[in-house]
């Protein structure tokens, strides 16, 4: 007997409700899997930036300020004098009467002394989430940042920062590092590159800038003993420190 027309659409229904079902019954089996496998990479992401943000070199609480002699180039003048970086980590800048190198000066102290500054980790990355989006072709792996620091982004490679692209004061500034410094207590950018953009339209706000800096070991202190800039859009810039001396 030849089944009917209607046996064989019922016949078709049920097998579209088993296979429903079945699909369903996996995917309340799957799901729960999924969110652990999902929690596990936000995890691990988090792990992996915080492992770098605890390996980069900073200065302890006891760090007491240091004097120095300071040399500085910019384009084709020349300028020196001393200074002086306090515990609290203000800078002060003697004997250099032109404005602009002394600002130059002044905010090369700065940017170095703020980088070197210990935070817990929960403290600046608390409020922010992390998720794994690959590695690229040099084998770092891409972090994309979430939560109050949505839009920010990290690579990491070997617990070390690679690319650190981040909205700062208006602007965004990505920082890729080709080589780092070790200096036994934690790792510092050797030679790095740095460009800015428009946050909301993506437009480079400047050329790019390459960095190269070189350090000396003053007591239990790691110090920048001279950095060098090259910029797209000038003027070139070198600065010197020597006889640095630790404040008592």
Known sequence: MKPTLLYVK???ICIKIVIKRAVLIYALAVHPLLQKTMTALQVS??????????N???WDKDFPGYTTD?????GDKSFSGT???NADLSAEVFGVDDETANKVIKNQLWEVAIHRVSRPFEKSHGANTFKIEGTDENGSTKIAVGGKAEGDAYKVKDNEFVMVHRHIHGVVVTINTFSSYDTGSGYLSHT????????KTGEQKQGRSEFTDDYTQIG???ILAKRTVTSADGPDMEIAFSNIELLA
């Open 45 to 54: 992401a988090r792990e992996m930036v915080q492992a770098a943000y605890e």
């Open 10 to 12: 019922h016949l078709s």
């Open 220 to 222: 239990d202190y790691t």
């Open 56 to 58: 980069r070199y900073t």
């Open 192 to 199: 790095y590159d740095s460009v800015y953009h428009d946050p």
């Open 83 to 85: 200074a002086k970086v």
């Open 70 to 74: 300071v040399a500085l180039k910019l």
